[in-house]
């Protein structure tokens, strides 16, 4: 039996298929390549010495999804694939819904075609809103304030009426927190088209050269050091979170909602000296006013993984630094 990767050559998904290999599991991944490069297919092979079953397309088409599950036998899908930047899906909300509610929508129609019943879904901490107090956990109420965030809790919603209809449906509705870090090779990471949007990729950019200074988004929070607070998780430790989601949902029928962070905050100040600390580069910054929509605190509670999948994460801030920079500077510095 085999795992579809949706989105598997993406940041988070390149990195799950190389844990998924390395515990053993066939994998079989789908991308548009919209946010992600043909080249990690090669460097997925490099890393774990398996080649992968790839086909190129689109979630959103049918055709392709009744070719894959006709070719492989799938037992469970582990589903990334889906557009992410958040100012972009308040321009166009519209592709938004459409490719990530319509396409989760389509690859379950095609799931229940071929009676595959087991999916691990790439939720977010954004699903918590801008009114609940940290520690996030997973049965405080869930909103959005922007499209992207509408579209992941439309897609716990409709899965949660999938297993409520069918009593051998299993789905893991996984809460992602800061996803930073890269493989230790230093071939795989995040790949952000144009200006980054999340802050470690922007520092990357800085550190690299590439872009003048960091502009902080506020100083004046009630923070440690008045800069916003989030729970950075390394990528591999994610990924790693869904080999234990998967082997979870072998064995569950049913929803749950699993937060996956560490429970612990760093703020942008405290992350950026841990980058200055780790690769000897001074980042510049400039303290401008707060994001539109940013909360000041978030963190998990990560209690949930460790009591239902035995998992949690091991990697400290200075080794997410040190793997972002790797990757980001090319090998040069580290
Ligand atoms: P990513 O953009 O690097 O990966 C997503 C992949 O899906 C890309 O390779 C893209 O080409 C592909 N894709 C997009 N739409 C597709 C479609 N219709 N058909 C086929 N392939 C398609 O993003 P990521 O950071 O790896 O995130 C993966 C998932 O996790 C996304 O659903 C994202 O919303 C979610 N998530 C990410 C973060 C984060 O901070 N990175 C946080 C919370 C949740
Ligand atoms: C953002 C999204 C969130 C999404 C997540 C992962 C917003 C409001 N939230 O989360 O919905 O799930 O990315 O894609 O966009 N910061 C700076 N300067 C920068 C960039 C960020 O100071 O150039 C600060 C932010 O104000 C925040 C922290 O760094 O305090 C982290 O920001 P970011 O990496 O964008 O992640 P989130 O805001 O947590």
Not at 10 to 24: N, P, R
Not at 69 to 93: C, D, Q, R, T
Not at 112 to 139: L, Q, W
Not at 200 to 211: H, N, Q, R, S, T
């Amino acid at each position: 039996m085999s795992v579809l990767v949706t989105g598997g050559t993406g940041f988070i998904g390149s990195h799950t298929a190389v844990q998924l290999a390395q515990a053993g599991e066939d994998i079989v991944i789908i991308d548009n390549f919209s946010n992600s490069k043909p080249e990690v297919l090669g460097k997925l092979k490099t890393i774990t010495g398996k080649e992968m079953r790839f086909y190129e397309g689109d979630i959103r088409d049918g055709t392709v999804l009744d070719k894959i599950f006709s070719e492989n036998a799938i037992e469970a899908v582990i589903h990334f694939a889906g557009l992410k930047a958040v100012g972009e899906s308040v321009e166009k909300p519209l592709e938004y819904y459409e490719n990530n509610v319509g396409g989760t929508v389509n690859l379950l129609e095609a799931m229940k075609r071929r009676g595959c019943k087991k999916m691990i879904f790439s939720s977010s901490a954004t699903v918590y809103g801008n009114d609940n107090p940290v520690p996030f956990v997973e049965d405080m109420s869930t909103s959005a304030i922007n499209p992207y965030g509408w579209t992941k809790v439309m897609i716990e919603h409709i899965l949660e009426s999938v297993c409520a209809s069918d009593p051998e449906f299993s789905a893991v509705l996984l809460r992602y927190f800061n996803p930073i870090g890269a493989h230790k090779s230093g071939l795989i990471g995040e790949d952000p088209q144009g200006i980054p949007n999340n802050l470690m990729p922007y520092i990357m950019k800085v550190a690299a050269g590439e872009l003048p200074y960091l502009r902080v988004y506020g100083a004046d929070y009630d923070t440690v050091d008045g800069t916003g607070v989030r729970d950075f998780i390394h990528v591999v430790d994610l990924a790693d979170g869904h080999v234990a989601a998967l082997r979870y949902a072998r064995a569950h029928a049913g929803v749950e909602a699993v937060n996956l962070g560490t429970g612990k905050g760093t703020s942008v100040f405290e992350l950026v000296s841990a980058v200055e600390k780790v690769t000897g580069i001074k980042i510049p910054y400039e303290v401008v006013g707060r994001r539109t929509g940013d909360i000041a605190i978030c963190y998990a509670d990560a209690s949930k993984a460790k009591r239902l999948f035995e998992w949690k994460a091991k990697r400290g801030i200075e080794e997410m630094c040190e793997d972002s920079a790797r990757w980001a500077l090319k090998n040069k510095i580290l």
